[in-house]
């Protein structure tokens, strides 16, 4: 059942893998941006574009606001942690293993935490939407008398 309780535990989880996925990234800059492109050539990379998890190629709509500044994103977002474009993703076949070892266990611990919703897609927000809409959840529930 969905209480501040969980949603404080929910949140914790949210930085806990976050950080470890920002540690992971940090080890390995793979991007490697120059000049406001990455390693391919693409302006931002990854960010302001949606792409296939399974394909890794460019979906037509954008899933970022325009949140990119100088140094880097403003919006604190798992997903994007947890994301390798496919070109990268075939150039580090172990940082990716790990990345996906850390969604997995983030995906286990979340539904320890709360079964009864399934962490996607809500987890591709970024943590301030999620936990609004968490929150906006739980009062409608207290409305509701539930």
Known sequence: MLTKEVIGKLSELYDEYYNKADILLRN?????????KCILGNPNGCCGNKWDLVTGKQLPESSCINHMIDKGCTVKCIRCKFFLC???RMQYIELHKGLTKLHDEFHTKYLDIYPEEEPFPHYYQSKEVWLHN????LNSKKRLGG
């Open 28 to 36: 390995n800059p793979i991007c490697k941006f120059k000049d406001g």
């Open 86 to 88: 496919y070109n990268i």
């Open 134 to 137: 968490l929150h906006k959840k």
